[in-house]
């Protein structure tokens, strides 16, 4: 799977040479800076028109270059032979193994504030799932790791909106925009496509983003039917007294069972400059006993149905944070997003039952 972007522009035909010198200059510079580029070709499609086709390896990368601009030389020596841009667009991409369609949409000027919207073949109305990656909050991990969910949920009639949001090490990340953000991305279902059945939503979240699901699920506008936390971070006052997450302080750290990379392990460095005192900490702006309204709105009372789950053998997250979750003998931290789990069977059937 790869994120296409397709950028029009006109050159003025004097400039047309020049444009074409700087060409190499500028694609060595994007494979040199920017993450996740992948391959540009350039498209004459009149005397004076271009058609740019990029393609990364996900939004996020094609977002983060946008913002650098050309802070490049050479990429800002390509753009000045430019004489205009027409537009600039986000392709749609296809899953590689059935060909359905998945269509990015911001919900707020941020790279970061975006979601993925996957929708099965037909007119529907569908139930939709909103999925909530984890990664202690913060920006070393994106929605990438929870996409098998959202392709077997698809697969099982249900609309998926995979979100992304800013996390810790981000401009805007941690208190309150975090939470800000995943409440602006679920408001953004309202008209994002007629065929999602609104009065149908349920939210599913892993490990941060299972207290993000948690959060969410006190919410008292009717928005939703159920939520699921997997592997998540229920206590966070009890996270906060153990300092959860200082373990990245540690270079000799031991790595949690099946743990995927990090998506953008660039962010490293700020999460270890900032995670001596605990990842709670750090999100809220403070401890439990310095900032305790915050840690009391965003840990309330579900007032939809609520289902945690939890491995006995998660090394991430202590089940003793997890509330009063549904165990799984044996299984660690990332069994519970693997849609061939027994959990997961087990949370698709309880999805189902919020429905009837």
Same mark, same amino acid.
């Given at each position: 799977?790869?994120v296409i972007?397709?950028?029009t522009f006109t !050159?003025?035909?004097?400039?047309?040479?020049?444009?074409?010198a700087?060409?190499?200059?500028m694609?060595?510079?994007f494979?040199?800076d920017?993450r996740?580029?992948?391959?540009?070709?350039?498209?004459?499609?009149a005397?004076?028109?271009w058609?740019?086709?990029?393609?990364?390896?996900d939004?996020?990368?094609?977002?983060?270059s946008? %913002?650098?601009?050309?802070n490049?030389p050479?990429?800002?020596?390509?753009?000045?032979?430019?004489d205009?841009l027409v537009? /600039?667009?986000r392709g749609?991409r296809?899953?590689?193994?059935?060909g359905r369609a998945?269509r990015? =949409?911001a919900y707020?000027?941020?790279p970061?504030q975006?979601?993925e919207l996957?929708?099965p073949e037909?007119e529907g109305p569908f139930?939709? !799932? =909103?999925?909530?990656?984890g990664?202690?909050?913060?920006?070393m991990f #994106?929605?990438r790791?929870?996409?098998?969910l959202?392709?077997? @949920?698809?697969?099982g009639g249900?609309a998926?909106?995979?979100?992304e949001?800013?996390?810790?090490?981000?401009?805007?990340?941690?208190?309150?925009?975090?939470?800000d953000?995943?409440?602006t991305a679920?408001d953004r @279902?309202?008209g994002?496509?007629?065929? &999602?059945?609104l009065? +149908?939503?349920q939210?599913v979240?892993?490990? %941060?983003?299972g207290?993000?699901? +948690?959060y969410l699920?006190?919410?008292?506008?009717? +928005?939703l039917?159920?939520? !699921? /936390?997997?592997a998540?971070?229920?206590?966070l006052v009890?996270? #906060? +007294?153990d300092? &959860?997450?200082?373990?990245f302080?540690?270079?000799?750290a031991?790595?949690? %069972?099946?743990?995927p990379p990090?998506?953008?392990?660039e962010f490293a460095?700020?999460v270890?400059?900032?995670?001596?005192?605990?990842i709670?900490?750090w &999100?809220?702006?403070?401890?439990h006993?310095?900032?305790?309204d915050?840690?009391a709105? =965003?840990?309330?009372p579900? =007032?939809?149905? &609520?289902?945690?789950?939890?491995g006995?053998d998660?090394? !991430?997250?202590a089940?003793?944070?997890a509330?009063?979750?549904?165990?799984?003998?044996?299984?660690?931290h990332?069994d519970v997003?693997?849609?061939?789990?027994?959990s997961?069977r087990m949370?698709?059937?309880?999805?189902?039952?919020?429905l009837a």
């Open positions: 799977m790869s972007e397709l950028t !050159v003025k035909p004097q400039n047309t040479a020049a444009m074409l700087a060409r190499p200059g694609v060595d510079a494979r040199r920017r996740g580029f992948v391959a540009a070709r350039l498209i004459r499609v005397e004076d028109t058609l740019d086709q990029v393609e990364w390896t939004d996020t990368a094609w977002d983060e946008r %913002a650098k601009g050309g490049q050479e990429i800002a020596a390509f753009f000045a032979t430019i205009a537009s /600039s667009d749609v296809y899953d590689d193994e059935d998945v990015t =949409v707020g000027p941020h970061s975006v979601g996957y929708v037909g139930p939709v !799932v =909103v999925l909530i990656h990664g202690y909050w913060t920006a #994106d929605r790791q929870v996409t098998p959202a392709d077997d @949920l698809v697969k249900y998926v909106w995979n979100i949001y800013r996390r810790l090490g981000e401009e805007g990340g941690g208190w309150p925009g975090t939470f953000d995943v409440n679920l @279902l309202d994002l496509d007629d065929r &999602l059945d009065t +149908k939503v939210v979240g892993h490990s %941060a983003g207290q993000l699901a +948690k699920a006190g919410r008292t506008d009717g +928005k039917r159920g939520a !699921v /936390s997997l998540g971070v229920i206590d009890e996270a #906060d +007294k300092h &959860l997450g200082s373990v302080t540690d270079p000799n031991k790595e949690p %069972a099946g743990a990090a998506q953008a392990p460095p700020v270890v400059a900032n995670a001596g005192q605990g709670p900490f &999100l809220l702006g403070g401890h006993d310095q900032v305790p915050r840690y709105e =965003v840990t309330g579900a =007032v939809v149905p &609520l289902l945690t789950v939890h006995t998660d090394d !991430v997250v089940s003793k944070y509330g009063d979750p549904v165990e799984f003998q044996g299984a660690h990332f997003i693997n849609p061939e789990h027994e997961w949370v698709r059937g309880w999805l189902a039952d919020r």
